[in-house]
């Protein structure tokens, strides 16, 4: 498969031509089994535990009548404008869109937000990647339902629950949580009620997108709200209970906290079938262990008018600015620096690798050329830990040296 083709359909037919990801092959079972999730019980059987086993077989009822309704609710629906539109408005979902959005808030003044909205994203991701991985439910079969995507990797994945519509659920309750209920930024009453409406747009583009694209169908939404649900609903709690909480106090506060990260993800479940979604679990678990860290750092070392701060009090012209510095460390950070210091480090530790082995059985399946997707080989517990460390340096660069960069220049 490609990562994006183009599907031109005859004039005679209803259907407009748009970008699918998936083949024109007549419906099968066996001519899905390049897609995890999608094997006989036999297969999954032999993997799982009695009790994991048949919450599957509960599940898989709402999974193995889904494709042929929403083929049909595709094609019913589907138009060019359609097509564009939920294919780039996926992109509010993405990986990337959230290491260049989620910093904002901390270079505008509101560190709080985007520690917020990291534990919203982090864990809603962390939840529904376990279930996932959990589960190994199928996404809607390809053909007949065509899959709209710009990612060949998103493809890869089990489907429920989905992490869009997680992602989705609990940034649209934090959201209309602060303008409908606390109104803690002090809108006017109609600029409350038309955020409002482009809060809640913003959650129907993208869980509606996931049904129109075919990369997801209803069990998979009704459960990936339900782990956005929940993961709000933990954090309002929490935030609650620890207001007054100054890590800064404990020295040891960092060393927990990365343990705690760490902990977190070798005792994620291991899938049957290989399935990418753990690498996003990676990149936010780290995420969180790295703005906990950032702050622990400003709390015990940095005064406290240190921080950022708002147009109110700095002015937009400064504010407005500081992205065009703060962006382009992040990328140093993420794309230059990173990697040679991370695993230069893992390697002075002595840290195992076991990239060549894993890597060697994914050869070993590319060259037999079944068409079958492999069965789970997981990442190089070096990769893990790489990782996890990468995506640990960009919040401390963005809560820490970026403020400081902004100090320098005057912003």
């Known amino acids: 498969m490609s990562s994006v083709t183009v599907q031109s359909r005859s004039r005679q037919s209803s259907e407009p031509p748009k970008l699918v990801v998936g083949d024109s092959r007549p419906s099968g079972s066996s001519l899905h089994l390049a897609d995890p999730g999608n094997h006989g019980d036999d297969h999954f059987k032999r993997h799982m535990s009695p009790l994991r086993f048949r919450i599957r077989q509960y599940l898989t009822q709402y999974t193995?009548?889904?494709?042929?309704?929403?083929?049909?609710?595709?094609?019913?629906?589907?138009?060019?404008?359609?097509?564009?539109?939920?294919l780039y408005t996926a992109l509010l979902g993405s990986h990337t869109f959230y290491v260049l959005f989620l910093p904002m808030p901390v270079w505008f003044g509101y560190f709080e937000a985007t520690r917020d909205l990291v534990y919203l994203l982090g864990y809603s991701i962390y939840l529904s990647g376990f279930l996932k991985?959990?589960?190994?439910?199928?996404r809607?079969?390809?053909?007949?339902?065509?899959?709209?995507?710009?990612?060949?990797?998103?493809?890869?994945?089990?489907?429920?629950?989905s992490s869009h519509s997680a992602n989705a659920t609990a940034v649209t309750l934090y959201f209309l949580g602060h303008l409908a209920v606390s109104n803690t930024l002090g809108f006017s009453p109609l600029a409350?009620?038309?955020?409002?409406?482009?809060?809640?747009?913003?959650?129907?583009?993208?869980?509606?997108?996931?049904?129109?694209?075919?990369?997801?169908?209803?069990?998979?939404?009704?459960?990936?709200?339900?782990?956005?649900?929940?993961?709000?609903?933990?954090?309002?709690?929490l935030r609650e209970q620890f207001a007054a909480f100054e890590s800064g106090l404990l020295w040891w506060f960092p060393l927990a906290s990365v343990a705690w990260g760490l902990a977190l993800l070798f005792a994620h479940v291991r899938p049957v079938d290989e399935c990418p979604c753990f690498g996003d679990s990676v990149a936010f678990i780290g995420v969180a262990a790295g703005y906990e860290c950032g702050d622990w750092f400003l709390q015990r070392y940095v005064p406290a008018h240190f921080a950022c701060g708002t147009m109110a009090v700095d002015g937009p012209a400064r504010v407005l600015a500081r992205p065009f510095v703060a962006v382009p460390l992040v990328l140093l950070w993420k794309a230059v620096l990173s990697k040679p210091l991370v695993y230069g480090l893992l390697r002075v530790l002595r840290v195992r690798d076991d990239?060549?082995?894993?890597?060697?059985?994914?050869?070993?399946?590319?060259?037999?050329?079944?068409?079958?997707?492999?069965?789970?080989?997981?990442?190089?517990?070096?990769?893990?830990?790489?990782?996890?460390?990468?995506?640990?340096?960009?919040?401390?660069?963005?809560?820490?040296?970026?403020?400081?960069?902004?100090?320098?220049?005057?912003l």
Request: hydrophobic share 40%; glycine share 8%.
């Open 355 to 410: 990239r060549a082995e894993k890597q060697a059985v994914r050869e070993r399946h590319a060259a037999a050329k079944s068409g079958v997707c492999m069965q789970h080989v997981g990442e190089a517990n070096i990769d893990i830990v790489g990782r996890f460390a990468v995506y640990m340096g960009v919040p401390i660069t963005v809560t820490v040296v970026c403020p400081f960069a902004f100090r320098l220049l005057g």
């Open 133 to 138: 991985d959990y589960w190994c439910l199928p």
């Open 192 to 237: 409350r009620v038309l955020l409002c409406a482009l809060v809640l747009a913003y959650y129907a583009t993208l869980v509606v997108g996931r049904l129109y694209c075919g990369m997801h169908g209803p069990l998979d939404i009704v459960t990936g709200c339900l782990c956005g649900a929940v993961t709000y609903a933990a954090r309002t709690v």
């Open 140 to 161: 809607p079969r390809s053909p007949p339902v065509e899959r709209v995507s710009l990612s060949q990797y998103t493809t890869e994945e089990y489907g429920a629950p």
């Open 64 to 86: 193995d009548t889904q494709s042929e309704p929403l083929a049909r609710w595709q094609h019913a629906h589907a138009t060019p404008l359609r097509d564009w539109y939920f």
